[in-house]
C-alpha cells in the first residue's frame, strides 16, 4: 500500500523560503511522474510543479521562478524548493502523482506565509 509523508512546512514570513519533502513507502518513486499539490482553505487542490520522465518539469504560472522540485531517488522522495514566499502561497501542500493524482493523499505540511 502507498504511503505518502509530507514534511518541511511551516510559518515563514514573506519573501522567506521553506524545503518540502515527500517520502514515500509501497511505492518506489523512480517509476512514477509525481508532483505537488496545494490547497488553500476553501479552494481547490492544485497542481503546482510537476515532473514528467527523468528531466521534464513543470509549473504553474503563481510559482513560477519561485518553486523548485527534485528528486532524492536514493531516499525515495521527492522535494519542492520554494522560495520568495508570499501571503497567497499559504496552503498544505500535498505530493502524489502527476498530473492525475491516484494514490491516497497523506497529511500533507502546512505552510503559512504571514508577518
Do not use: H
Not at 492544485?46 to 504553474?60: E, F, M, N, Q, S
Not at 513560477?64 to 499559504?90: H, M
Request: aromatic residues 12%; charged residues 20%; neutral net charge.
Amino acid at each position: 500500500q502507498v504511503q505518502l509523508v509530507e514534511s518541511g512546512g511551516g510559518l515563514v514570513q514573506p519573501g522567506g523560503s521553506l524545503r518540502l519533502s515527500c517520502t514515500a513507502s509501497g511505492v518506489t518513486l523512480r517509476a512514477w511522474n509525481m508532483g505537488w499539490y496545494r490547497q488553500a482553505p476553501g479552494k481547490q487542490r492544485d497542481l503546482v510543479a510537476w515532473r514528467i520522465g527523468a528531466y521534464d518539469t513543470y509549473y504553474a504560472d503563481s510559482v513560477k521562478d519561485r518553486f523548485t522540485f527534485s528528486t532524492d531517488y536514493a531516499k525515495n522522495t521527492v522535494d519542492l524548493q520554494i522560495d520568495s514566499l508570499k501571503p497567497e502561497d499559504s496552503a498544505i501542500y500535498y505530493c502524489n502523482r502527476a498530473p492525475t493524482p491516484s494514490w491516497p493523499w497523506g497529511q500533507g505540511t502546512p505552510v503559512t506565509v504571514s508577518s
